[in-house]
């Protein structure tokens, strides 16, 4: 009787394997159930960053807004009916009106 229950216990144990540690196992399975949650973590940050830069090249394929933007900013143009006023520092007016006298 009690190799009938030695031999069932090993049994047990030999089918228990494959189910916690082979290759298809509840412990790999959990380790990529982890790493899926990482790259969907990843993935959701590069699908914001790429909603973003959509709407740039939206605009500027469509709009005019940027591209008069950065006009603007980087070229430093102006649009027609616009007028640029430079204000210089208080040191160098003064010397540029006293050199005008």
Do not use: C
Request: glycine fraction near 6%; aromatic fraction near 6%; proline fraction near 2%.
């Amino acid at each position: 009787m009690r190799i009938v229950i030695y031999s069932m216990l090993v049994l047990l144990i030999a089918i228990q394997y494959p189910l916690w540690l082979g290759k298809g196992g509840w412990l790999k399975v959990y380790e990529m159930e982890r790493q899926v949650e990482l790259q969907e973590a990843k993935n959701s940050l590069l699908a914001l960053r790429n909603a973003k830069l959509s709407g740039d090249v939206k605009d500027l394929k469509d709009g005019t807004r940027a591209i008069e933007e950065r006009a603007r900013v980087e070229h430093g143009l102006i649009k027609e009916g616009e007028f640029f006023v430079q204000i210089l520092p208080a040191d160098k007016t003064s010397t540029s009106q006293t050199t005008k006298q």
